[in-house]
């Protein structure tokens, strides 16, 4: 059974930092892409960034580049999300998931995802 379970959301502040953390576990890690998606009250479920199988390869939403950095570590097991210079239009739950392609193309490219983890930006 595969379970992606997400940490380290949280409440900051406009132009703070958070980092999030996905424990993978069920699935032979480093044979997946791994990202994050968003979700903000009333939007559709949005693309952040992913990750491909070696980490060498990333990709990101045009709204986050430059703020935002997703990085594995295959040995654990482990995708981290981190978030600088964060904004209020950033909040949202943000999914952890696994594919077997970059998922930029939206959420019917994702096999797995995570239960979620909140992130709320204050003006």
């Known amino acids: 059974q595969v379970q992606l379970s997400e940490s380290g959301g949280g409440l900051v502040q406009t132009g703070g930092s958070l980092r999030l953390s996905c424990a993978a576990s069920?699935?032979?890690?480093?044979?997946?892409?791994m990202g994050w998606f968003r979700q903000a009250p009333g939007e559709e479920r949005e693309f952040v960034a992913s990750v491909m199988w070696l980490g060498g390869t990333t990709y990101y939403a045009d709204s986050v580049k430059g703020r935002f950095t997703i990085s594995r570590d295959n040995a654990k097991n482990t995708v981290y999300l981190q978030m600088n210079s964060l904004k209020p239009e950033d909040t949202a739950v943000y999914y952890c998931t696994a594919g077997t392609s970059t998922m930029r193309v939206g959420k019917q490219s994702v096999d797995y995802w995570g239960q979620g983890t909140q992130v709320t930006v204050s003006s």
């Open positions: 069920g699935l032979t890690f480093s044979s997946y892409a």
